[in-house]
């Protein structure tokens, strides 16, 4: 028999029971770029059971610094990051079962998404899916690993770990200005695999049950500044995502063609309502004597159109390259979509 | 008078023109971030952030951000 994981039930705080439920786990992936690389690789060579790992974007050049599932003959290819974290995770472990998702995580369907799953590590790169992961996680009671980081900076916080602790809304009283620091500071892998670490760290504790004392924690590994806070005072019994009765405020829908500034990068997305959604075949089509560079995949529409390089995929966003103006992304849309 | 206090783990040297929390904030460009300050222990609200800061404080900041 191969032993794949006797290291790491040799570790006694984990050993051979841990190591079942370990196996026994279904996560959920929240996001393939950077943290979600790193986690996603280090819960894949643990041994869980399975692994869903969900992204909106396709893979840039700009990304291989720091996203360590990915080759740049995927970059050349234009895979969905979902697809390619995919592809190299069922590599590092065929014990594991694993599923890519090409999608964004919308109020419309994180529910559905998260269902089926006993844990979801964050490895979004915005604060307000982290908000809508919260709402979906406290509704489904289901733990969610937040992470985040910038520069040489990143923090985590466990939420739905222990009775009575506070959660990621209780924390936020007020949302801050849009990508108030990724499109200017930049960032470095360390901090990624740093926060990464943590974070699993934290669910491998909660999976073996280990006793959890969730504490906001950041580290700068520039400067050397950490700071670890004990929460558990914020907990607000008014909370709307957290409180008795909840209204998980962030999961209301929205029914018109939502629009997003992605962070760090010179990109709009835009999001149809599902009753509009424009299918790939036909945009194709329809747009083949007027665009250059058009690549069309199973998964993908692309083209270069204008000066500006969009991405449309097949669950019905839009990505702008070359532009943080939403105004003039819905017009270059526009320009091709009537 | 000279104070040092301990902010996030490590001896820092507070300039005599910074004597509240607030002043610390914004002299570290931190004032405009979503934040959570910990002094000695205790959480400090916003409301409290006028609270001096005294020779060898134990301060403890962490910020919000988006990335990852
Ligand atoms: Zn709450």
Known sequence: MIKKYSRQELFSPIGLTGQQRIRDAKVFVLGAGALGSSGAEMLV???VGELTIVD???????????QQLYSEQDVVDQLPKAIAAEKR???INSDVKIRGIVADVTPENVLELF?????VLDGTD?????????????QLHIPFFMGACVGSYG??????????QPCLHCLLEVLPPQSLTCDTVGVISPIVVTTAARQVAELLKHITGAEMQPRLESVDLWSGERAAIDVHSMKKSSCPSCSEKPTYPFLSASEVVRTAVLCGRDTVQLTWPKNRQVELAPFADSIRGTVTNLVHN????SCEYHDHRLVLFRDGRMLVHGTKDVSQARKIVAGLLG | MEKTIDLNGKSYAVIPEVETVQQLLEHLELGDRILIVEKNKE???KEHYDAPIMDRDQIEIIHFVGGG
């Open chain 1, 45 to 47: 060579r643990a041994g």
């Open chain 1, 56 to 66: 909106r974007d396709i893979l840039e050049w700009t990304n291989l610094h720091r």
């Open chain 1, 89 to 91: 995770l069922r590599a």
């Open chain 1, 115 to 119: 269902e089926g799953h006993q844990f």
């Open chain 1, 126 to 138: 915005n604060i307000e899916t982290r908000l809508l992961a919260n709402d979906a996680a406290l």
């Open chain 1, 155 to 164: 923090l985590t916080f466990p939420i739905g770990v222990a009775e009575g």
């Open chain 1, 298 to 301: 199973p998964y993908l529409v």
């Open chain 2, 43 to 45: 959480i400090l609200q």
